[in-house]
């Protein structure tokens, strides 16, 4: 699968921004999708996970209650809508694949996008 991540941009704390990831390949509702973040100078996190249906979701606590993740099965898309954001929310926003059974912080896609950069300025 091939992941196409957009969306990225400069926004005001407190503002909102959605990315999306388009997958290309073999059928995306066969993988649970995730969305990972890297800081400068930080390692890649975990930022939010959905399941094959869309039914099931996982979110880190410091984006909890702002950010939601959803999936659109029928245009291969999975989106991070992201509200309320802070300038420590600034990062590069990679979205990930994996054909196992979950996505989260010790469990990585196989399959990664390019990354999109998000920046949020205070």
């Known amino acids: 699968v091939q992941l196409q991540a957009s969306g990225g941009g400069l926004v005001q704390a407190g503002g909102s921004l959605t990315l999306s990831c388009v997958a290309s390949?073999?059928?995306?509702?066969?993988?649970?999708m995730g969305w990972f973040r890297q800081a400068p100078g930080k390692e890649r996190e975990f930022v939010a996970a959905?399941?094959?249906?869309?039914?099931?979701?996982s979110y880190a606590d410091s984006v909890k209650g702002r950010f939601t993740i959803s999936r659109d099965n029928a245009k291969n898309t999975v989106y991070l809508q992201m509200a309320g954001l802070k300038p420590e929310d600034t990062a590069v926003y990679y979205c990930?694949?994996?054909?196992?059974?979950?996505?989260?912080?010790?469990?990585?896609?196989?399959?990664w996008g390019q990354g999109t950069l998000v920046t949020v300025s205070s």
């Open positions: 990930g694949a994996s054909t196992g059974g979950s996505v989260g912080p010790a469990k990585l896609p196989a399959y």
């Open positions: 390949g073999r059928s995306f509702n066969t993988y649970v």
């Open positions: 959905i399941s094959r249906s869309g039914g099931g979701t």
